[in-house]
């Protein structure tokens, strides 16, 4: 079923704009094997890249973020991955012609991520979207991160757009949950990491696609 066209379409980073799963868990293999732990499969740990480093520590490491050793680890893991944070991080497929499919009908898009802006900005950089994003909101942005619908909200103004007029795509529950709270139709992204404790179809999303060039169908672009 088509939806009505938006003003503009914000999408999370980690596991709905890009695969960035493999960086993610780089630290974790190289910090497990520093350890003397084997190694694990990045199938493993995929559905918890989207929880960033408190979810990748828990599930790689044993370490919950209220135990004494969670924050050193969790700053050597982001030492780690800043400085690798572009080696196998991609665009899903499909992705690259959803973008160019909204610059050429002039909906705007931009990025919503919990991901710091240190680490936000330069992947974006790096994979020549930044000059071309409407926004790009990081967990830092604005004092709040989802569920809390502001960095959303901060993010319709960046792209001077209503925000009940915007669409979000998200791989977790949280996008879905902000995406409602900042009254924009919230789309779940099925095709990503989807870690939590529910499947996507039970996380109340206005929508659900399977691969990115689905929303082009739901939009009518295609």
């Known amino acids: 079923m088509a939806v009505e066209r ?40 995929r559905p918890y890249a989207s929880m960033g480093a408190r979810g990748l520590i828990m599930k790689g490491l044993g370490v919950a973020r209220e135990d004494a050793d969670f924050e050193p680890l969790r700053q050597d893991f982001l030492r780690r991955y800043e400085e690798a944070m572009l080696v196998r991080t991609r665009l899903f497929d499909g992705m690259a012609e959803v973008l160019d499919a909204l610059d050429a009908v002039e909906i705007r898009w931009g990025v919503v991520s919990n991901k710091f802006e240190r680490y936000l900005r330069p992947i974006l950089q790096g994979l020549g979207l930044l000059a071309r994003s409407a926004c790009a909101v990081g967990g830092d942005t604005t004092g709040y991160s989802k569920p809390h619908p502001e960095p959303l909200l901060h993010g319709a103004r960046l792209a001077a757009v209503d925000a009940h007029r915007c669409i979000y795509v998200g791989d977790d529950q949280r996008d879905i949950e902000a995406g409602h709270a900042a009254h924009m139709r919230a789309i779940a992204a099925a095709y990503g ?12 999303a206005d929508h659900l696609i399977a691969a990115p060039l689905d929303l082009l169908d739901l939009l009518e672009l295609r």
Do not use: N, Q, Y
Request: hydrophobic share 45%; net charge negative; glycine share 10%.
């Open 6 to 45: 938006p003003l503009a379409v914000f999408f999370d980073l980690d596991g709905t704009l890009a695969d960035t799963a493999e960086d993610l868990a780089a630290p974790i293999h190289a910090m497990r094997a520093e350890r003397g732990l084997p190694p694990l499969a990045d199938a493993v740990l």
């Open 193 to 204: 990491f989807c870690g939590g404790e529910s499947p996507p179809e039970h996380w109340g």
